[in-house]
C-alpha cells in the first residue's frame, strides 16, 4: 500500500458494542471516505481480516467485536456478494483450530447471521516482496491474499513486544499458524520484528482497514492489561495514517509504536509531526483517552539510555511465569516459544529468563490462563504509582 500526502482517515464516536451504535458508526466511517466503493467494485472478492488471535469470548477486549465485524460485512455485502471473513489465529493452522477459535470469538457467528463466508482454506502462498527490509518473500495466507481486496478490521490496544498493536499489526495474522513463531525466532530483536511486521503489511497489501478501539486494552497487553472504554471506530486505506492516529488518541507517542516508528525510519510514511493526513468525522481532543499505559516494562526500556537499560535489565526486564495451581504442562507454551526458553516437566512449565526474547507468544497462546508475569522490583513500583494516578 503506498503511502502518500493527502491521506484521509474517518474518526467516529460509538458509545457502546450495541448493534444500532455499530452499525451507524460504522456506516459513517465508510461514508466520511466515499464509502466502500471508492476501493472496490460490484463482483470483487473481498477477505475481511479480522484480529482472532486466540480462542476468547468478546467480552475479553481481546479480539474485534464480532457485532462490529458484523456491521462491516454487512456493508461490504451491499456492494458485493462476495465477502469471507476469519484470521489465522496463533497455534497450528487447522480447520479444527479455526472452527474453534471462530465459535468462541463469535467470528462464526458473523457468518451465520450475515451469509459472508467462513475462512477455512488453510492453504499458503510464496509471496515475493523485492523491496522488504528483512525478507524478499513471505509465506501468507492464500485466501486473504488472492482476494481482489483485503479489508482489516483491526483492535488497537497495547501489545507487549510491539507496545501497541492496531492497523499495521493486525496484518502479521495473514502469516499462517505456526510460521509466526518461526518468524519470530528468525527476527528476535524488537526493532528487527517491527520491520518485519511492516514487510508483512507490504506483502499483504490490504485496500482498508476498519479500527476497533470501542473498547481498548492498556497497560501490560491482552491478558494482564485494563479494559478502558474508548468509544472509537476509525476508518481509512492507509494504515500508517490510521496508527499515527491511533497513538495520537492514545496520547503517546509516534515511537511508542514500533511498527510505526519502522515504517517512518524506513520512509514507508511521513513522520506524524508533518500532518500528512486529513481526520474527518469527529474530534482528536474530544475522543483523546487520558493516562493510557504502556505495558510496564516497556516503559523502562523506551526511556531509558541503552547503556543503562543493560545495567538495569534484572531490575527492568519483566518475563513470564507458568502460575503454580493452573498451569497443566501441557506444553502449548513450549511448542510455540521461538527461543526455546521452556521446557515442560513434572507436570509444569518452566522459563529461561536468559533465553526469553520477551514476545509474549507463550503467554497469549496458554488457553488456561496460566502464564503469569515475572515482574522485577521497578516495574512493580511503578505499576502502583499508576494505580494511584488513575484512581483520582
Ligand atoms: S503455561 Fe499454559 S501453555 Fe504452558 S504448559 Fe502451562 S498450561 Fe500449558
Ligand atoms: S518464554 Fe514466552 S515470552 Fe519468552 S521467548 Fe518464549 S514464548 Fe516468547
Known sequence: ?????????????????????????????????????SFMSPGDSVFVKVNCVMAVGPDTAIVTNPELVSAVVTRLLEVTDSVTVGDSPGGPFTRARLEKVYEKTGIADVARRTGARLAMDTSV????????ARVKRLSLCRSMVEADHMVSVSKFKTHRYMNVTGPIKNLYGSVPGLTKFVYHSRFDSQEDFADLVVDVHLAAAPSFHVVDAVDTIDGDGSRHGRVRRMKVIAAGANAFALESLMIDLAGLAEEDSRPLAAAVRRGVCPSGAERWYTVLGDSVADLRLPDFQLPGSNYFSERTPALMTGRLSRFTTVTPKPLAGKCTGCGTCAAVCPSGAIQVSGGTARVDPGKCIRCFCCDELCEYQAMGLREPVLVRIRGRRSERRSAF
Open 1 to 37: 500500500m503506498p503511502s502518500r500526502t493527502g491521506e484521509r482517515v474517518s474518526l467516529v464516536t460509538c458509545e457502546a458494542y450495541e448493534p444500532g451504535y455499530l452499525r451507524r458508526g460504522v456506516a459513517r466511517a465508510f461514508d466520511l471516505l466515499d464509502g466502500p466503493q
Open 125 to 132: 502462498k510464496e509471496v515475493p516482496l523485492p523491496g522488504g
